[in-house]
């Protein structure tokens, strides 16, 4: 077992829940989705900070956990925001400010080194961990879209609506129709008007920096490129999600917890009864003085020369390999999942730094074959592990737990509490009756009979879940220091 000296103040929502992953429960109850798909959006304007690598982190730690807990397949989309201003000029005449985007600076191909380079190490190790699959989208693809763009024009039907929420200081909304033939865009679409509206697309005009009067439409089937700001792209991609197979999750760092007021007023103006988006906010990295750690702070530390911990600003900077990092994000992203109260509250880069480097020397048992794969247990059948007398693990037989081949280690996570294990054998039965036939039911269990295990079982899972099959892990305990 692990413990550390992380304290975490009490709080209403961590006080409301058991685990974090508990904020997803009455929705994933209210669903037949046999998927939950967590999506993160990160800009990639320049290398990522320990705040962004921190939520990506998550995101897929979070997707394990919910999977395992609700025995339901889990995946993460990674969101890649080349939408992000590269460059900005203003208009001398006007005043105006135009920028234009990463993905009208560069070519699709530079965009996809960008994301190698600062992403695809982690990802490929996030996955391999935990066993949850992931994809890599931009915001140019999903634009192009024909449902994200005839939301984005459903939308418009409530401009007057909804524009206060987008902007409450001047109820500008900013739709941003880049320029054709040079791809330069007014940043607050000052001069960018809605011309016409109808069944088959929208027609806007606007101003160039170098071509004067442009006319753009918008259909979902073509058009010009629609670049949204922040805002105004959160309400058209939360709505574009429908009930369905896949339930969708948005993996947010904790500063949007107040951005998500204004989201939220603008899907009450447009007023269609969408599903509220479900939401997960992440823990918020604060610089020392309590500001969030941001880019911008970033530059302005970097050009007044102060020496903050350069590796939490800019990873490569790590005192050690990619791999060592690595871990150590990994295991302090698992220690603040571990305890709602460690997940709902907001981190200083001091306190961050000192989780991360105390526990990258004292890190558990990881060294060995393979990484052990985390399963949230309930405390009950945590302590008849941890205390030798539960050797089977009973679980649905989904696709991610037909994944586990004896040899395999097995963390059982309780809160801070883990237990490492090894899977002796797997075996799968028709029903949980089955097999109750022919495994110990002791071993299971030592603590009730077979018919309250039974009874138990059934109403964990309801039968359309056992007919997934179930399976029986036989496992042994394992000393982490031997
Ligand atoms: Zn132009």
């Not at 909804?162 to 007014?186: D, K, M, N, V």
């Not at 899907?267 to 009864?273: R, T």
């Not at 990994?330 to 526990?359: G, V």
């Not at 004896?406 to 899977?423: K, Q």
């Amino acid at each position: 077992m692990s413990t550390t000296a992380l304290r975490s103040p009490n709080n209403v929502l961590a006080n409301a829940v058991e685990d974090a992953i508990d904020v997803l429960r009455p929705r994933i109850l209210a669903t037949d989705a046999d998927t939950i798909e967590f999506t993160v959006g990160t800009q990639i304007n320049g290398h990522p900070h320990i705040g962004t690598h921190l939520v990506q982190s998550l995101a897929f730690l979070v997707a394990q956990e919910a999977r395992d807990a609700f025995g339901i397949e889990a995946k993460v989309c990674f969101h890649a925001l080349d939408n992000a201003p590269a460059e900005t000029a203003t208009d001398p005449m006007t005043g105006t400010v135009y920028q234009r985007t990463y993905r009208h600076m560069l070519t699709e191909g530079a965009i996809r080194d960008l994301l190698d380079e600062h992403y695809t190490r982690l990802f490929d190790t996030l996955a391999s961990r935990t066993g949850v699959p992931f994809t890599v989208t931009t915001y140019s693809g999903q634009q192009e879209m024909p449902e994200y763009r005839a939301e984005f024009l459903r939308t418009l039907e409530h401009l007057d609506g909804i524009r206060w929420w987008l902007s409450p200081a001047y109820g500008a909304a900013h739709i941003r129709i880049p320029c054709p033939q040079c791809g330069w865009s007014e940043k607050h679409a000052e001069q960018t008007r809605l011309v016409e509206l109808d069944d088959s697309g929208a027609l806007f005009t606007a101003v160039c920096l170098n071509h004067g009067h442009y006319e753009a439409n918008i259909d979902p089937f073509g058009g010009g490129y629609l670049d949204l700001a922040t805002l105004y792209r959160n309400v058209v991609k939360e709505r574009c999600y429908r009930p369905g197979h896949t339930l969708p999750v948005m993996v947010k760092g904790g500063d949007w917890t107040f951005g998500c007021q204004l989201v939220d007023g603008a899907h009450g103006a447009i007023g269609v009864p969408a599903v509220p988006p479900l939401r997960i906010f992440t823990p918020l990295i604060l610089a020392p003085d309590g500001g969030k750690l941001s880019k911008s702070l970033l530059l302005q530390t970097e050009q007044a020369g102060q020496a903050a911990t350069g590796w939490l600003l800019n990873p490569s900077a790590w005192p050690g390999s990619t791999e060592d990092y690595v871990g150590a994000l990994t295991e302090t992203a698992e220690l603040l999942l571990s305890d709602p109260k460690h997940f709902f509250r907001s981190y200083t880069t001091t306190e961050l730094e000192r989780l991360m480097t105390t526990r990258r020397s004292t890190s558990p048992a990881n060294q060995g074959q393979g990484r052990p794969r985390n399963m949230a247990i309930y405390r009950q059948y945590f302590d008849l592990i941890a205390n030798g007398s539960k050797t089977v693990e009973v679980r649905v037989a989904y696709d991610s737990m037909k994944r586990i081949r004896p040899g395999d280690l097995l963390r059982f996570t309780c809160r801070e509490d883990a237990c490492l294990t090894r899977v002796k054998r797997v075996a799968s039965y028709r029903t949980f009756k089955e097999m109750f036939a022919t495994e110990d039911v002791k071993a299971v269990n030592p603590t009730a009979t077979e018919e309250e295990q039974l009874r138990a079982i059934h109403a964990i899972f309801p039968p359309e879940k056992e007919a997934l099959g179930v399976l029986a892990i036989e496992i042994d305990r394992v000393n982490p220091d031997a």
